[in-house]
């Protein structure tokens, strides 16, 4: 054996003595353990991807469905009404595969229907008439409040893969099993999603997405501010300079009267960001 290598056992034993000597004083909370868990990846114990689907899953479980749901003015919906022609130009349009079927009453889902259960309505030789209601899938619904760990689980043992959303008065949402994936591993982007150059969208009344390279003055013209960019030319260089470091993903900072909160970042830029507005609090005067 080569004396320039150690054994296989050795480098083993190493690793574990790594692995002990960072755990070996136990966490008193969960920053605390995000925090062991970020230094084991400086020092090359934890491999960066690991590391965020790590601190993605702890995250998963404290968020709720609230958080992370598609506002129901943005949900795609289908009518009970609908034709095969016009749900699959619905279909096409969106590049969605499950949609709520809906009464002439947005609250009122009928059921869910699969874009791939639509392929009978073509492939047969005498095709029936078509009832959208014997294709669909049972609805599920879920309250805001449920948290994305609890559906997670609840999806994956029910083999079911969207939930409605709802609060006291009806129906507020929709929640995918991506979107909760989303929270674990990062954006999963395929070709339906909105163009890179999209660079603001807005999730319901008052929050948005914004990509960190969103030039200041485009920024500017959309929110109706006046952010200085003598020094910076993107929102992301903004941020990062109000938060004196390069933030890592779930940090939180207030900023021209935004909550806003990194969703995806790297060791070299922050790529996006979530702007929440800041509710104006109400002081009274004596």
């Not at 095969?84 to 609250?107: C, L, Q, W, Y």
């Not at 995918?176 to 591993?185: G, P, S």
Request: net charge negative; charged share 25%; glycine share 6%.
């Amino acid at each position: 054996m080569s004396k320039d290598k150690p054994p296989s056992s050795y480098r083993q034993s190493l690793w574990w003595k790594k692995i002990i000597s960072t755990f070996a004083k136990s966490p008193q909370d969960l920053p605390a353990l995000i925090e062991i868990l970020r230094d084991s990846e400086a020092r090359n114990i934890l491999d960066p991807d690991v590391l965020t689907m790590l601190e993605g899953a702890l995250h998963v479980a404290e968020t709720q469905v609230r958080d992370i749901m598609v506002p129901r003015v943005q949900m795609v919906v289908i009518s009970q009404l609908s034709s095969p022609a016009e749900i699959m130009k619905t279909v096409i349009d969106s590049g969605h595969s499950r949609f709520p079927v809906v009464n002439d009453d947005p609250n009122d889902v009928l059921g869910i229907l699969l874009a791939k259960d639509l392929l009978s309505c073509f492939v047969a030789d005498e095709p029936e008439e078509f009832v959208v209601k014997k294709l669909m899938r049972p609805a599920v619904f879920v309250p805001e409040s449920k948290r994305l760990n609890v559906l997670l689980r609840d999806f994956r043992s029910n083999r079911n893969h969207i939930a409605l959303v709802v609060d006291e008065y009806g129906i507020t949402g929709l929640v995918t099993i991506e979107d909760i994936m989303e929270e674990i591993v990062g954006e999963i982007e395929d070709e339906h999603d909105y163009d890179e150059q999209t660079f603001i969208e807005q999730h319901g009344g008052n929050r948005y997405t914004v990509q960190a390279f969103t030039p200041i003055e485009q920024f500017n013209s959309y929110f109706g501010t006046q952010l200085s960019h003598d020094s910076y030319d993107t929102v992301g260089g903004l941020v990062i300079n109000e938060f004196g470091y390069l933030p890592k993903r779930g940090e939180v900072i207030e900023f021209a009267g935004y909550n806003v909160k990194v969703l995806r970042a790297d060791k070299r830029r922050i790529h996006l960001l979530r702007f929440e507005k800041t509710p104006v609090s109400k002081t009274g005067t004596e």
